[in-house]
């Protein structure tokens, strides 16, 4: 198993930028992989990012089409977190925005989520 814990959310003009965190509570080399998910009011939660995290090819990208160039992913290992770095915020990303893992290619987890606002 493992748990997620999700920061960095808040609100920010359009244009801003800001950097989630999502800290893990195992190594994350154990984990075959982190993204990131976001959900607007009244929308299905969407794939926003993922890195591969475990193995030898980890660290290995992508993004969603309507966040590259602007969003980054990228790993920590020492301090088992997985950030999203956000730039050119426009108000269409608002939403709450969900670390998410894949463990042993089958189980899947999930943070609490956290707010991410852009205003005007």
């Known amino acids: 198993q493992v748990q997620l814990v999700e920061s960095g959310g808040g609100l920010v003009q359009a244009g801003g930028s800001l950097r989630l965190s999502c800290a893990a509570s195992?190594?994350?080399?154990?984990?075959?992989?982190m993204g990131w998910y976001r959900q607007a009011p009244g929308k299905q939660r969407e794939w926003v990012a993922g890195i591969t995290t475990g193995g030898t090819s980890g660290g290995t990208t992508n993004y969603s089409d309507s966040v590259k160039g602007r969003f980054t992913i990228s790993r920590d290992i020492a301090k088992n977190t997985v950030y999203l770095q956000m730039n050119s915020l426009k108000p269409e990303d608002t939403a709450v925005y969900y670390c998410?893992?894949?463990?042993?290619?089958?189980?899947?987890?999930w943070g609490q989520g956290t707010q991410v606002t852009v205003s005007p």
């Open positions: 195992r190594n994350i080399l154990s984990i075959n992989g």
């Open positions: 998410n893992a894949v463990l042993f290619m089958t189980e899947t987890y």
